[in-house]
């Protein structure tokens, strides 16, 4: 019976030293496994070239009323339109006729005058025409995608063409003093 007693003491001892060991390696791995983590999921966040990139400001001062400028934002040119009262109310007149991608224009401009959109044909990614002077706005006085034949608003709306959607309007926020910032 002595001889049960000690045996089962030295049962204990090896249990416990048993456990330990097994706690300790579950630990190890578990720091381990974070420490190998933490760069990784580190590695994943942008960089700073692309922070930088990621929004832009564009000073509207010297952009006169129906005038048009176009940034690079993102790697994508951005149409800036400094909108007329001709154009702001023609644009909001084509509210109410049946659009391919119905959009209000108010839902499109925080402030009427200003349009500001993604110069990409939602079609096949092509560049509209109609930022420049002598280029051609199609048909409702906008833009005009001479790869395919999308015709654009005055809102950026497409109206005419394989275009399944209206150019895109980017987040931005009007900083004040003419100053607005993209993205």
């Given at each position: 019976m002595a001889?049960?007693?000690q045996t089962s003491d030295a049962d204990d001892g090896e249990s416990s030293r048993r456990d330990f060991l097994y706690l300790a390696t579950l630990g190890a791995g578990a720091g381990l496994g974070v420490a190998f983590a933490v760069p990784l999921i580190d590695s994943m966040n942008p960089a700073a070239d692309v922070l930088a990139l990621s929004s832009i400001?564009?000073?509207?001062?010297?952009?006169?009323?129906g005038q048009a400028i176009t940034v690079k934002w993102r790697g994508k040119p951005v149409f800036i339109r400094h909108r007329t009262a001709a154009e702001i109310q023609t644009a909001r007149?084509?509210?109410?006729v049946d659009l391919p991608d119905p959009q209000a224009d108010a839902d499109r401009v925080q402030q009427p005058e200003w349009l500001i959109m993604v110069g990409v044909c939602t079609h096949l990614g092509c560049i509209p025409l109609g930022q420049k002077t002598g280029d051609p706005h199609g048909e409702f006085g906008g833009w005009f995608c001479p790869c395919h034949g999308s015709h654009y608003d005055t809102s950026g709306r497409i109206?005419?063409?394989?275009?399944?959607?209206?150019?895109?309007?980017?987040?931005?926020?009007?900083?004040?003093?003419?100053v607005v910032r993209i993205g």
């Amino acid at each position: 019976m002595a001889d049960e007693v000690q045996t089962s003491d030295a049962d204990d001892g090896e249990s416990s030293r048993r456990d330990f060991l097994y706690l300790a390696t579950l630990g190890a791995g578990a720091g381990l496994g974070v420490a190998f983590a933490v760069p990784l999921i580190d590695s994943m966040n942008p960089a700073a070239d692309v922070l930088a990139l990621s929004s832009i400001e564009v000073d509207l001062s010297p952009i006169e009323e129906g005038q048009a400028i176009t940034v690079k934002w993102r790697g994508k040119p951005v149409f800036i339109r400094h909108r007329t009262a001709a154009e702001i109310q023609t644009a909001r007149a084509d509210d109410a006729v049946d659009l391919p991608d119905p959009q209000a224009d108010a839902d499109r401009v925080q402030q009427p005058e200003w349009l500001i959109m993604v110069g990409v044909c939602t079609h096949l990614g092509c560049i509209p025409l109609g930022q420049k002077t002598g280029d051609p706005h199609g048909e409702f006085g906008g833009w005009f995608c001479p790869c395919h034949g999308s015709h654009y608003d005055t809102s950026g709306r497409i109206r005419k063409g394989p275009a399944p959607h209206n150019l895109t309007v980017p987040h931005y926020t009007f900083l004040g003093g003419g100053v607005v910032r993209i993205g």
